[in-house]
């Protein structure tokens, strides 16, 4: 096996959107891990996941690695500020401006009713869903960038519906939920247990027992007949 990469920090995350590259010493480990059924120290077998021995996290690693975790947790809470336009807003407030900016755009003009009647249709689509992940949605909705959804392509030149730009904005909320549960299998990943030669011999034969019990049973149920 290769030498392991030195330690170093992960790099400080300032936008959720655009997640740091995991420093070496992590991305070995990321390639390296699996997942295995293996036994407890009760004997007890269940599926975890696993890496060699010698890359399990030490203490400093694993701190490292924790703390970059509870870093990327704000971003999935409601309870963190946004900046918009200079400004410092709390996560429904920056809702509300980003979707009565959106309603000035891209489609037929609205009265005030139908204004009123939209935006409580897309604050109940994104009342859930941190500020900057919709946000980065609409950004890319800007751009034209915005992936397809269920395969059908966007047609940028109206705004995004409410549902639209929820599943949009949960796409990119998925990127930073999916690194903090990639990186809690490396914090709990347990030393792949490996077996000498000798055990997997003696196992093999013990199985090929078992296999050959119930014929011999049925052999002798059918002599007795």
């Given at each position: ?12 995350l300032?936008?959720?959107?655009q ?9 070995q ?6 997942s ?24 400093t ?70 500020a ?22 966007h ?12 599943r ?36 093999l ?21």
């Amino acid at each position: 096996m290769n030498a392991l990469v030195p330690f170093s920090p992960i790099p400080p995350l300032s936008n959720p959107a655009q997640l740091p590259s995991l420093p070496g010493w992590l991305q070995q480990r990321s390639a390296a891990l699996g997942s295995a059924v293996q036994p407890d120290s009760s004997g007890k077998y269940s599926k975890v996941p696993i890496l060699p021995k010698d890359m399990i996290l030490n203490t400093t690693e694993r701190a490292e690695v924790q703390r970059h975790i509870v870093d990327l947790q704000r971003y999935t809470r409601l309870d963190q500020t946004i900046t918009l336009r200079e400004t410092t807003m709390s996560n429904d407030a920056a809702l509300v401006a980003m979707i009565a900016a959106l309603l000035l755009k891209g489609g037929r003009r609205l009265d005030r009713q139908s204004s009123d009647a939209a935006t409580e249709d897309y604050l109940d689509a994104l009342e859930d869903v941190p500020a900057w992940s919709v946000r980065e949605a609409l950004r890319k909705w800007n751009r034209g960038e915005s992936p397809p959804l269920d395969a059908k392509p966007h047609d940028f030149n109206w705004r995004p519906e409410p549902p639209t730009l929820r599943r949009l904005a949960l796409h990119e909320l998925a990127g930073v939920k999916g690194r903090i549960l990639h990186l809690q299998k490396l914090c709990s990943a347990e030393p792949l247990i490996e077996y000498s030669d000798e055990h997997r011999k003696a196992m093999l034969e013990r199985l090929r027992d078992v296999v050959r019990m119930p014929a011999a049973n049925s052999s002798t149920e059918e002599a007795a007949e």
